[in-house]
């Protein structure tokens, strides 16, 4: 299995709503990623998890809460999300730690998170 | 903090030629990596190719090469006989190891490439 799979594939939510994002490797990996992606920009980097822990928070708000349940599963929970928070949300994984070559991410499809 | 700039915003050229996209890096670290990432209309962002800095060599996957030069820091993608299926946008990425082990990488803003029929 050489995937990064996310759900769901799309999500519609209110502001005043709670839901959460899926991502699921299983190649291994033991770094895990969070980025936001705006449209006809950039991925932003929000949040790494390094063997489960986390390892990087790029000033995310923190109606943004990430979670890590074990080493192939990676949850991003939503609470009182604001409408410019409308935006793709991707997951990658990659090989992590020191000493070890990278090899870039494996990047899932993503979620295309509206909120309304 | 490392940056990586893609001056190209738009490129269109049509099938079969070949078209180059480049990138330029700011970086004071002497050991790193570049990617160069394909992210069609599905979304997806796919690993095209990727370059050790302390390898000379340019690497090479089938139709993509590159064209590293570390001492000007810039890491031009070449696709050779272009194809539809290579409509995206490509962006352009650096990555070195955090203290924390994590690998972050940093991208640029990114080319949008159409190939014409």
């Known amino acids: 299995d050489t995937e990064v799979t996310q759900t769901p594939k799309h999500l519609v939510m209110g502001m005043t709503n709670k839901k959460s994002l899926k991502c699921e490797q299983h190649?291994?990996?033991?770094?895990m990623y969070w980025y936001k992606q705006k449209a006809k920009k950039p991925p932003e980097l929000m949040f790494v998890y390094s063997y489960e822990k986390l390892s990087i928070n790029e000033s995310v708000p923190s109606r943004f809460s990430p979670e890590c349940p074990n080493s192939s599963l990676l949850n991003l929970h939503l609470h009182a999300l604001q409408p410019e928070d409308s935006a793709l949300y991707l997951c990658a994984s990659s090989q992590g730690p020191i000493g070890t070559a990278p090899y870039g991410y494996t990047f899932g499809s993503g979620t295309r998170l509206t909120v309304v | 903090a490392q940056t990586v700039t893609q001056s190209q915003p738009e490129m269109s050229v049509q099938e079969a030629e070949t078209v180059t996209l480049s990138c330029t890096y700011d970086?004071?670290?002497?050991?790193?990596?570049l990617f160069w990432y394909k992210q069609p209309p599905s979304r997806q962002m796919i690993l095209v190719i990727r370059?050790?800095?302390?390898?000379?060599q340019n690497a090479t996957e089938n139709r993509f090469s590159v064209n590293f030069q570390k001492a000007a820091k810039s890491f031009s993608l070449k696709i050779s006989d272009s194809q539809l299926g290579d409509t995206a946008m490509y962006f352009c990425?650096?990555?070195?190891?955090?203290?924390?082990?994590?690998?972050?990488?940093?991208f640029g803003q990114g080319t949008r490439l159409t190939i014409n029929p």
């Open positions: 190649m291994g990996h033991r770094a």
């Open positions: 990425a650096f990555m070195k190891s955090t203290i924390q082990g994590a690998q972050k990488l940093v």
């Open positions: 970086t004071s670290e002497n050991n790193y990596y």
């Open positions: 370059q050790e800095a302390y390898k000379q």
